[in-house]
């Protein structure tokens, strides 16, 4: 009689042991990783109170500006009116504007108070590009005396930029990247409120395509990018705990009967 030789089926025993270089990686990656989500979330929050601020001041009496001086974080937000007349000679178009897709300018002009040097900013909306950059689009400025109305926003001096922009010497620079308050008012020959009026999309008063969008756009865009980067923080750690699992011994499969 003749014996069957039988042979037992063996599985690997893996253990965990991490090698320096995977394991400095991490230590150095997944904190950023980590901090970069809750920065987005902290971003978020901030979002959120601001639209809450906006949503409790927009539901208020209008606010009116007048002639003198007022400060910025008690005019953010309201609805408020101005009267005046446009002073086109020192008006500025904020470039790189999309709107359904088209590039454009935001078109800001001052508005004199009469009786005054006082000017308030107008954000009359956006205009499309002309058929280059050195073809500016020709803005049509009604020269009556007129009343304003609209929502008071003071812009955000938070932008990324290549450079310092050039200073106003000369003859005046109309095509500007992004509406930087302290750097306008330096460069005027005349005192301006520090905030900027975008023009209600049903007013009269001289304006152009007026989407202006809902202060709570970026609110779910920062939740995503926190949410990529928690993401990405857990696919490294899995990462780092596969490639340091290594094969110690084989050892019978204890499901293999004999």
């Known amino acids: 009689m003749s014996r069957r030789r039988r042979h037992s089926k063996e599985v690997a025993i893996r253990r965990f042991r991490p090698t320096l270089l995977p394991t400095l990686v991490v230590i150095i990656l997944f904190p950023i990783l980590v901090g970069l989500g809750f920065w987005q979330l902290d971003r978020a929050k901030q979002k959120r109170e601001i639209q809450a601020e906006y949503d409790a001041r927009s539901q208020d009496a209008l606010v009116g500006i007048g002639p003198r001086l007022q400060d910025a974080d008690t005019l953010r937000f309201y609805r408020v009116t101005a009267k005046g007349s446009y002073n086109p000679d020192y008006q500025v178009l904020i470039d790189n504007r999309v709107q359904s897709g088209q590039v454009g300018y935001y078109v800001i002009t001052p508005l004199r108070i009469p009786g005054s040097d006082m000017r308030v900013l107008v954000n009359r909306g956006w205009v499309p590009l002309g058929a280059s950059r050195q073809d500016l689009p020709k803005i049509e400025t009604p020269p009556a005396l007129l009343t304003i109305e609209g929502v008071a926003t003071v812009p955000s001096q938070d932008v990324f930029q290549l450079a310092e922009p050039p200073p106003l010497t000369g003859q005046w620079q109309i095509v500007w990247q992004h509406m ?3 750097r306008y008012a330096e460069a005027v020959p005349f005192p301006v409120q520090p905030v900027v ?40 750690l899995v990462i780092w705990v596969v490639i340091n699992l290594r094969k110690a011994r084989q050892v019978p499969d204890p499901s293999d009967q004999s």
């Not at 209600?200 to 609110?219: E, K």
């Open 180 to 182: 930087d308050m302290k």
């Open 197 to 236: 009026i975008l023009l209600d999309p049903a007013s009269p008063a001289g304006g152009f395509d007026r989407q202006w969008t809902r202060l709570d756009a970026g609110i779910a865009i920062h939740r995503g990018y926190a949410f990529q980067w928690f993401i990405l923080a857990t696919a490294l």
